[in-house]
């Protein structure tokens, strides 16, 4: 298990970028691939990006492919999500997630971080 805590949402101006920051308490942090996702309002829980324990693939989902780009510092238990281009419909809650390789469900999760596009 570890435990992750996620900073750098904020109220940004469309066409801006913000950079998100997920931080993991343990020592297994490069055991874990990382992910991001999202909660607008109204809406289910979207998958963003996700990065392989050694940060050597990731994978985007279509709707931020081109404009986020995910990435991990294994000496500072840190993944990244920086946002370009930004949209009003970027909009929502943004959350990290951890689980080893060998499991399929996301089973670690963050409190999650606002974003907030205005047009």
């Known amino acids: 298990q570890v435990q992750l805590v996620e900073s750098g949402g904020g109220l940004v101006q469309a066409g801006g970028s913000l950079r998100l920051s997920c931080v993991a308490s343990g020592r297994t942090f490069s055991s874990y691939v990382m992910g991001w996702f999202r909660r607008a309002p109204g809406k289910e829980r979207e998958f963003l990006a996700r990065?392989?324990?050694?940060?050597?693939?990731?994978h985007y989902s279509d709707s931020v492919k081109g404009r986020f780009t995910i990435s991990r510092d294994n000496a500072k238990n840190t993944v990244y999500l920086q946002m370009n281009s930004l949209k009003p419909e970027d909009t929502a809650v943004y959350y990290c997630a951890a689980r080893l390789s060998s499991v399929y469900n996301y089973d670690n999760w963050g409190q999650g971080t606002q974003v907030i596009v205005s047009s």
């Open positions: 990065i392989i324990s050694t940060g050597g693939d990731t």
